[in-house]
């Protein structure tokens, strides 16, 4: 299965889903979904979250599941939608994000960051795949031109 994280996993994980010919399902937060189970509350960058859900139909023990949101940051939304799967008796294969942010992946103590590795520890989920397609190393990269660039105006 094809899991979407509320909300903009919703729009990435449908076109996944179909391509891979696998059912796709979303885990809303709480109070949005009828006959759902929810998660452990849970922190990210932004402070503290109340839990995801997903209905109870949707996850089966032995399902293999493909988490899929647009960020990956401090690993909260991802751990809690982890925890979920778990508890149904499902495998998270990996968690596919578009951009991650790789200053909390294990940030120094100095530095006063949550650190996603000690939070995937903490919460024995530490063997799940994360990944992202973009980081910030690209987001925070000025693009220079060549100084004999001309902008004549017309697309190329």
Known sequence: SIAGLDARGFILGPPIALALKK???MMRKEGK???????????????KRSGLT???DRINKGDRVLIIDDLVATGGT?????????AFGGTVVECACVV???????????????????????LNIQDVP??????????????????????DGEEH
């Open 100 to 122: 991650e942010l790789k200053m909390f992946i294990d940030p120094s103590n100095e530095s006063g960051l949550p650190s996603r590795t000690k939070l995937f520890t903490d």
């Open 54 to 56: 997903v209905q109870r």
């Open 23 to 25: 059912p796709f399902l």
């Open 33 to 47: 979904m009828p006959n759902s189970m929810k998660s452990p509350a849970y922190e990210t960058e932004y402070g």
């Open 130 to 151: 994360v990944w992202g397609l973009v980081s910030e190393d690209v987001l925070t990269n000025e693009a220079t031109l060549p100084k004999e660039y001309v902008d």
């Open 78 to 86: 991802l751990s809690s939608a982890i925890q979920l799967v778990q």
